[in-house]
């Protein structure tokens, strides 16, 4: 099993011929992670000093730039926030640039997310089994639900010491899908409703949501799947860039400091094979839509006894 494809590019905007476009967009709607080891995001010398965790105002794991230009999580002076921020711009820029060149087809549907510098080391960091992303896991997030969106990721470690960042990559999804599906329980009646009307979520989780919630959450749990299940290390050098849908690959992040990573959301009929993502890999297997689900529309009626159980058995799970 190598889960790892690897490509020579050593340019943000590579032209490349058929047999590689396909090549390409095969290993990643296939689950696997495309590796360009010769392709580094360059940081002038004044741009180097970002490098440090002092840029980080300490309460968010990365600095952030939103779409909409913001940038979120570094403390500094005007001018170094504004250097600090055409860096990020920069790599967001360039990975728009690598996507469109690997992914034609995906551009008219591609939506730019957050582009994040990661300053702080990963080994030894301490959170609670759901938010360790030093275990194996796809991508799934309890406040922010895609409904089905793909969560296309690409990274760069810019490590100025030669530290690789060091990855577990997982068997495929459909492997990991066979195992843990049968154990992830679905919503209560008017759950996703009520979660997004009281803010919890930013938009209403669907059933596939939840599938994926679960799915995260039992595989993270589950330590012997974490130890034995199969997989591979993979040290991911400085000046490698790598492309992953993380909604699908199931990636570790082991050890390793100084990160960047741009994220696009797609929705899944703008992939060459549709059939690939996972909803509808989620959708095969049940025999069923997982878009929005009847409780919504039940619960739209405002039927007192939905929202009265829903009240109820939402605020229990939230607890727990
Ligand atoms: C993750 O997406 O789970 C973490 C990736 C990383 O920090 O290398
Ligand atoms: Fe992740």
Redesign the pocket.
């Known amino acids: 099993m190598n889960l790892i494809r690897e490509f020579d590019f050593t340019d943000w905007n590579p032209k490349i011929d058929q047999a590689t476009s396909q090549q390409a967009i095969a290993a990643l709607e296939g689950g696997f992670v495309i590796c360009l080891p010769h392709l580094p995001f360059e940081l002038s010398e004044n741009e180097k000093r970002f490098l440090s965790e002092t840029w980080s105002d300490q309460k968010s794991k990365n600095i952030s730039l939103r779409p909409q230009g913001g940038l979120k999580g570094a403390t500094g002076s005007d001018s170094d926030l504004i250097a600090l921020r055409a860096m990020i711009q920069r790599y967001a820029d360039q990975a728009t640039q690598l996507v469109g060149a690997l992914f034609p087809d995906y551009v008219p549907n591609l939506v730019t997310a957050n582009t994040s510098l990661?300053p702080f080391e990963?080994e030894g960091r301490v959170s609670s089994y759901r938010k360790d992303?030093k275990r194996l896991?796809t991508?799934a997030f309890p406040s922010n639900p895609t409904q089905g969106t793909r969560l296309l990721?690409v990274?760069n470690n810019v490590n100025p010491n030669g530290k690789p960042?060091v990855?577990r990559v997982g068997e495929p999804f459909q492997q990991m899908v066979a195992k843990y599906l049968p154990k992830a329980k679905n919503m209560f009646p008017c759950q996703a409703w009520l979660m997004h009307k009281l803010g919890i979520t930013k938009r209403e989780r669907t059933p596939y949501d939840q599938l994926m919630l679960k799915l995260h959450d039992l595989v993270k749990a589950d330590m012997d799947y974490q130890r034995n299940a199969p997989q591979q290390s993979v040290d991911l050098m400085p000046g490698t860039t790598w492309i992953v849908y993380?909604d699908q690959v199931l990636?570790?992040?082991m050890s390793?400091q100084y990160?960047m990573?741009q994220t696009f959301h797609l929705p899944p009929d703008a992939l060459y094979q549709p059939e690939t993502s996972p909803i509808k890999v989620l959708e095969a297997i049940k025999g069923q839509s997982l878009g929005l689900a009847l409780n919504v529309v039940l619960c739209s009626d405002h039927k007192p006894t939905y929202i009265a159980t829903g009240i109820v058995k939402s605020l229990s799970q939230f607890l727990d």
């Open positions: 990661r990963v992303d896991h991508d990721r990274f960042r990855w993380s990636h570790a992040a390793g990160m990573e």
